[in-house]
């Protein structure tokens, strides 16, 4: 999902079709995912530290980004679906579509960092993430930096601000891939950051009850 979610990013690299038809199935792999981890949020809803916090608040909003995208993907569609196309407010539509994908983008990363723990296990690398050692300090300084660097180069602050977004025809898939990438590492490191605090946290406590 994050890996099509990344590729959205560069419609005019994919071509319309794809980009559409994309959306389409991300927005049926988000609900799926979220039917089948219905029990997970259901439990994290009851939860009250500090990575339940973030991972319900940041999912909550990551949904409203997905939405909004899809809804305003298919009020210009070209090609899926050109019968819902309304032309005449894609002066409106455009803007938010930009703001809503860019937004999920970030939060998409934010996600993927508090599930970096798990994801290393299906992957067979035992251990917590580095997040709170040295190393992990100076990967986090690193990620903030390229972070700030894309998001002012790919001009997500007037993005998020419903200034228009029009793909970028001239710089190559590559290096658009990775301003994105670079944009979403700050949030991915900050996830791994919140699930190292709230599970040491949580072995503090844990030890101190002993």
């Keep these: 999902m994050t890996v099509v979610y990344l590729l959205q ?17 991300f927005v049926a792999l988000f609900v799926l995912h979220h039917a089948l981890n219905r029990g997970w949020l259901r439990r994290l809803a009851r939860q ?5 916090r973030v991972t319900m608040a940041s999912d909550m909003a990551l ?4 939405v909004g995208a899809a809804a305003t993907g298919v009020l210009m569609s ?3 679906a050109p019968w819902a196309a309304m032309p005449a407010v ?14 999920g983008l970030m939060l998409v990363s934010l996600h993927l960092g508090l ?9 067979g690398l035992a251990g917590r993430a580095a997040g709170l050692s040295a190393v992990g300090s100076a990967l986090t300084a690193v990620a903030a930096v390229l972070g700030a660097w894309a998001f002012a180069r790919l001009g997500v602050g007037g993005k998020l601000l419903g200034q228009p977004s029009f793909p970028d025809a001239m710089t190559p898939m590559a290096v658009q891939l990775a301003w994105h990438l670079a944009l979403a590492a700050p949030f991915v490191a900050a996830g791994a950051l919140v699930d190292d605090v709230s599970r040491q946290k949580g072995a503090n406590s844990s030890a101190q009850h002993e």
């Design 115 to 123: 599930h970096l723990r798990v994801m290393r296990g299906y992957a």
């Design 90 to 103: 894609a002066h409106v539509v455009r803007p938010l579509h930009g703001c809503c994908a860019y937004l």
């Design 9 to 25: 990013m560069v419609p005019g690299k994919v071509g319309n079709p794809l980009h559409e038809a994309a959306g389409l199935a």
């Design 48 to 52: 009250h530290g500090l990575r339940a």
């Design 63 to 66: 949904t409203a980004c997905v």
């Design 78 to 80: 070209r090609s899926v």
